[in-house]
């Protein structure tokens, strides 16, 4: 750590200078009016103020609230508090701005403390708007102000604005504290601002708190997020009374940055150490392990915590559930969730968000269902979660109805419920009203840039997507990788070659390193466009080994292009170090039956069957009057399978007059033609259509998602079936968006 060396020489130098007295004030986050009370130079108590400070501390606050109103305004600061922490132990939001009305009605004069402790109150019942609106009014603040104000900011994910608060605080000559520091270092590192970051370490130093574990443990995780995890562990070695949150957040730490083994060793190290894990360090373990999908290593800290008798501790059932589903493990997060002592808000957001990551967004939206009918509130994690489970599976109607929940419940303001809900109408083919929401906001954190630029790419519009991107820059919000894979994106569907090369090498920039997601995105792009061996020549000369799915990019392009031979090579090496996957095997089968080599075929189907490799089937889906129904290739089981094979018969006679040739280069069975062009009309995402098309009013949008990527000939049948039935119909195929309209699709029939 050279940068901090001649600070830490300045303050050796300091040998004759007077020990510095640090004024800590409290937090006001953890405080309790009743300690304070005492200090207050208050009137003698009356009965009728007494009786409203009893029924505050016996949580009677409806009954305290009856007698405020009848006592006018003879009320003292003390009174107030009371009423006012009351308010803070409900989360009672509605009885706190009733009170600071009274107070404002009543004349009462409020001063620093108390405003202080009403920002706090506002804070607390999540109005973050109203405890802004108080600090702004303020005649007079001290650090406390400050401090409370910016550590709320930083909760709520507003990184941005908690910075810009802290140096505005500088600016007025107020010095901060240990609470300052502490609350602002996490913004920080969730900006991924290093420089700011390392400036604020050398301040630290120079006010003397180098040796508080609140503020080193906060550096510590600045630092683990910023990717600079040598530093981080250097000055969690120099603390010298480790507490749990100093091994929580160097474990967290390793984990963040990849280093699964490392973070093991370092829970292995703080036992032999004597100390014994708490309920936050196992649930911090098990998100190492969920994070990096190491169910093995999962279900042995399961063993363990169990040992320790954590394993009804709510905090670590959480963690739990949490970890089998990042695993994969959905019926192992379920039965830890059935088995819960007790099932809160935040257990069931687990669950629905378990299933809902796990591609089982119908389950997700029955669960949600099932938590309001125990009586159990959504909250704003709650919301976003569910709001996957619908991007998913593009249930639009669905999506409308909880948002209209969101704005009954109060939290159209909250930052990553609205992020969410941007997410869901981008992907359920609704851009305009994701954007629309997106100007609305306020506050935009890098999820909020990064959700409208993804919904942008994934339609194909990669100039408003890099637009985007730059405004975002201008506002002072740096982009994360997720960012970075958007632009990329955009850039692949566009065929925008050269601007790939220049975003992919601007990540430095932003202290991002290219992961394995960035490269993909790079061969995909080349490989689009057609150059196919620089794209050879780009995962050959790639400072980290490809794996299979950047092969399978190229193994994809090599399928547009008809490049059989590359095509072969790439196959052979993903057959090697990917056997069990199905994706080479019908990508080449493709190939070759475009080509109408039908043996080669046959062959790479024995390989299959020899090795047990599953195809995945082709499954589309869609939304009709908020049910979502699915269909197969030649799918029969739906109730009104005749009628939808009798539309599609009408559609094809109508298509074929209006000049649709089928495609039967798509057809993989070497059988006569007019077999080809049969088994082409069942493709499950012309039998969602054809639903569609009869259970929806004429000139509805019909919109359809597809769980693998549309072929040639549904694509061109798709346009000539939007020109017939003179409507846009909307396909979300696994890389992007297709508009069809009047016999055209928003591709370009680039994809």
């Known amino acids: ?63 305290a609230m009856h007698i405020l109103h009848a006592i006018g305004s003879h009320v003292d600061t003390s009174t107030y508090l009371y009423l006012l922490q ?10 706190g701005k009733l009170i600071h009305a009274h107070m404002n009605q009543s004349g009462f004069l409020p001063g620093k403390f108390f405003r202080n402790s009403l920002i706090n109150m506002y804070i607390k019942c999540g109005s973050l708007q109203d405890a802004r609106r108080v600090f702004e009014e303020m005649p007079e603040r001290d650090v406390c102000s400050w401090s409370v104000v910016i550590a709320a900011y930083a909760r709520h994910g507003i990184a941005q604005e908690a910075m810009d608060l802290f140096y505005q605080m500088k600016r007025t000559d107020i010095q901060p504290n240990q609470f300052t520091f502490s609350s602002v270092i996490p913004a920080i590192a969730n900006l991924g601002a290093l420089e700011q970051g390392m400036e604020i370490h050398r301040e630290i130093i120079n006010c003397g708190f180098q040796s508080d574990a609140v503020v080193m443990n906060a550096l510590i995780d600045l630092y683990a997020k910023c990717g600079k995890i040598e530093i981080a562990r250097e000055l969690f070695d120099k603390i010298p009374h480790r507490d749990d949150v100093s091994w929580i957040v160097m474990i967290a730490g390793y984990a963040h940055n990849g280093l699964a083994e490392k973070a093991l060793k370092l829970f292995k190290q703080m036992q032999l150490e004597g100390l014994k894990p708490s309920s936050k360090t196992f649930a911090t373990v098990l998100s190492a392990c969920a994070n990096l999908a190491d169910l093995e290593q999962g279900i042995a800290i399961h063993r363990e915590l169990i040992t320790n008798g954590f394993h009804s501790d709510m905090f670590v059932e959480s963690a739990l559930v949490d970890m089998y589903a990042k695993c994969g493990s959905i019926e192992k997060a379920r039965t830890v969730f059935n088995k819960m002592h007790q099932q809160d808000a935040v ?25 309001q009918v125990v009586g159990l509130k959504p909250n704003s994690k709650t919301f976003a979660a569910v709001l996957v489970a619908c991007s998913n599976l593009a249930a639009l109607d669905q999506a409308v109805e909880i948002h209209k929940e969101i704005t009954r419940s109060g939290f159209q303001t909250d ?25 609305q906001l306020c506050q935009r954190d890098v999820v909020s840039w990064t959700a409208i630029i993804s919904g942008y790419a994934m339609h194909g519009s990669a100039k408003e997507a890099l637009k985007l991107f730059q405004q975002m820059q201008c506002a002072g919000v740096r982009p994360d990788h997720v960012t970075l894979v958007c632009i990329l994106s955009a850039c692949c569907h566009a065929g925008l070659v050269d601007e790939g090369y220049k975003y992919f090498h601007s990540m430095s920039d932003y202290h991002i390193k290219p992961s394995m997601e960035h ?41 547009i292009h008809n490049n059989i031979e590359l095509a072969e090579q790439v196959a052979t090496h993903l057959f090697q170090v990917d056997p069990q996957n199905a994706s080479p095997y019908v990508l080449l089968s493709n190939i070759y039956a475009t080509a109408g080599r039908w043996d080669d075929i046959e062959n790479v189907r024995k390989m299959m069957k020899d090795r047990g490799v599953k195809k995945t089937p082709g499954c589309s889906w869609i939304e009709v009057n908020k049910e979502v129904h699915t269909f197969l290739v030649v799918d029969r089981s739906h109730p009104q399978a005749e009628k939808i094979y009798r539309e599609l018969e009408r559609l094809s006679r109508e298509m074929k007059a209006a000049g649709y040739v089928p495609d039967t280069r798509f057809s993989l069975n070497d059988v006569e033609e007019e077999q080809k062009e049969q088994s082409l009309y069942h493709h499950s995402e012309k039998l969602a259509i054809a639903f569609g098309l009869l259970n929806t009013p004429p000139g509805t949008t019909i919109r359809v998602i597809k769980n693998l990527r549309v072929c040639g000939d549904c694509h061109s049948a798709t346009k000539f079936i939007s020109k017939i039935v003179a ?9 992007r968006y ?14």
């Open 1 to 63: 750590m050279e940068f901090l060396q001649p600070v830490i020489n300045q303050q050796k130098r300091k040998k004759n200078a007077t020990t510095m007295a640090v004024l800590f004030i409290t937090p006001l986050l953890h405080l309790n009016p009743t300690s304070f009370v005492s200090t207050l130079s208050a009137p003698p108590a009356q009965p009728v103020l007494n009786n409203v400070r009893i029924l505050c501390k016996q949580s009677r606050l409806k009954e």
């Open 86 to 95: 009351a308010c803070i132990d409900h989360k009672a939001f509605p009885e």
């Open 347 to 371: 257990s069931w957001t687990l669950i629905i968000s378990a299933y809902a990551q796990n591609g089982l967004g119908v389950e997700a939206l029955e669960l949600f269902q099932q938590m």
């Open 415 to 439: 930052v990553s419920v609205m992020n969410a809900l941007i997410d869901v109408y981008a992907k359920c083919g609704k851009i305009e009203k994701a954007r629309e929401l997106f100007n």
């Open 519 to 559: 490269y993909s995105c790079m061969v995909d792009l080349l490989g689009r466009a057609g150059r196919l061996h620089e794209a050879q020549d780009f995962i050959n000369k790639m400072p980290i080994k490809a794996n299979a799915a950047v092969w399978r990019c190229l193994l994809a392009a090599c399928r």
């Open 727 to 735: 409507r846009e119909i909307i396909v979300r195929d696994a890389s």
């Open 738 to 751: 297709h508009h069809f309209q009047d016999g055209q699709c928003s591709c370009g029939d680039y994809w």
